[in-house]
């Protein structure tokens, strides 16, 4: 099932994987060897936009 659908089925308030910057790579925000990171954090760098506070596996 494709990613985007996936999450939006979980009825997210934020879809990361249904980006308007298009479809992005998911070792952006995923990593093997290392911390995963919310890759949406380089723009949207407002502490106080929960929206945004998720974890990434």
């Given amino acids: 099932m494709d990613l985007a659908a996936a999450s939006a089925a979980k009825k997210v308030a934020l879809n990361p994987h249904d980006s308007h910057a298009g479809q992005l790579r998911c070792t952006l925000c ?7 990171v919310l890759y949406c954090r380089q723009c ?5 936009d929960k929206r945004f506070d998720m974890a990434v596996p």
């Fill in 30 to 36: 995923h990593k093997e060897h290392e911390q995963s």
């Fill in 44 to 48: 949207h760098k407002n502490a106080e």
